[in-house]
């Protein structure tokens, strides 16, 4: 009994010897412990102070002190949408709600290719994005407490104003460009001018223009034109002049000194700059069909894809296709005119039966569609249903300024017709001169009518 009393008690000392060796384990584990939960909570709590609480509908949260910020630049690429562009700022479900907001101001899906955009952070946080929908105006989201800020705003540029002059010797673009000038200012030329000038067929050698011109700057660098607020051309010798003042709705429209509107019923070509290679005849032979028939049309060369405009305000009655003229737009102006555009590549966007179009609307693209030889525009117009040629077609203007804005008229002319003055082109010796064509071109001589073929191009 003695001895296995003592086996018990010599047991009961080893078990005490390794508790009392356990313990300091024990002590260390918990300290570890207690530590790993308070760090945890501590790195949660920097967390939460760095990112902050951000509304869901703002998408934003609070920036820390030491946030830098930062402001990406670039332009929309092919496929990329809203989402694509804000996905690293923003949540799906943040985007999806800022998509809906922004409707009623400028819808998000219209987003296009090539625009310039560019997106402000703060640190990682989102401040806000700007989208230049044209070169007029923008869109700007930002970021608010209580949600997102949208707006259309204007684009704001440094403004020059400038009076430009030059010559023509070859074209009006060389002209141009003689001078350091860009293409965009003879096409806004030819839209001031259209009404009287046809671009394609009257202008010649030794002609001339002149124009006030505001020039745009954003950074210092050169952004495109402004407002043209006086323009002069001279054209075989006549001097055509147009000053920009509001018409009676509001809208700015060009006048001459006297207050005569520049603008009529229809444009004189549906054609920036063309070339007419057939002209309007009764009885001309028909490279495909070879027989002489009626040609009641003006037929303009111009590359495939070239632009072609309504020549005046309307309502489309077919955009269509025949084995003959290929894809043909009619558009009915009014109760006695109607005209055609044959041969098109393709229409422009939107364009269908029933479509309302305004003057100078790009309705179609030049191709060779149907029975043709080449690029060129078909361009026909018929009075109370019978065709007329549209270069004789005399339109009516449209009203003058109103008698009693008449004296706010003068004060706004009268300083730009002294600026047009101050400069004088000497008039060339070859104002007369047609311009020289273009290489590989000839002309083919008489039709049966007299008419003359100036150039080869499509029938």
Known sequence: MLGRRMNNEGVAARFRRRRFALLPFLVLAALFFSYTLKSASSSEEALLASVGHGDLISGTAVPSEEAVPFVFQATVKKGETISSLLSGWLSP?????????????????????????????????????????????????????????????????QVETVLVCATIRSSLFEAADEIGEIPVLPLRLVDIFGWDVDFALDVRSGDSFKA????????????????????????????????????????????DAKGRSLRRTFLKTPLDYARISSGFSYNRFHPIKKKWCPHPAIDY???????????????????????????????????????????????????????????????????????????HLDFRMKKNGKYVNPRRVIAPASPPVPRERIETFRLTVDPLLAQLDAVQIPIAMETSARLPEPDGEKRSGRQRDGTMLEGRGGM
Do not use: W
């Open 93 to 157: 479900k943040e985007i999806d709600l800022l998509d809906r907001q922004s409707r009623e101001v400028y819808s998000l899906r219209r987003i296009r290719q090539g625009r310039p955009y560019l997106v402000r952070t703060l640190g990682d946080v989102f401040q806000s994005f700007e989208y230049e929908i044209d070169c007029e105006e923008r869109l700007v989201i930002r970021a608010e407490p209580e949600g997102f800020l949208v707006a259309r705003e204007p684009i704001v540029y």
């Open 212 to 255: 006030v011109v505001e020039k745009r700057y954003r950074n210092g660098e050169f952004a495109g034109y402004g407002r043209i607020p006086a323009a002069e051309f001279i054209n075989q010798g006549k001097t055509y002049q147009g000053f920009l003042f509001e018409n009676k709705e509001g809208h700015p429209e060009y006048y």
């Open 301 to 375: 060369a111009a590359p495939v894809g070239t632009p072609v405009k309504t020549v005046g305000d309307g309502v489309v009655l077919a955009a269509a296709r025949d084995r003959a003229s290929g894809k043909i737009i009619k558009i009915r102006h009014n109760s006695v005119y109607q005209t055609y555009y044959l041969h098109l590549s393709r229409f422009a966007k939107g364009i269908k039966k029933g479509k309302r179009v305004r003057q100078g609307q790009v309705i179609g693209y030049v191709g060779s569609t149907g029975m043709s030889t080449g690029p």
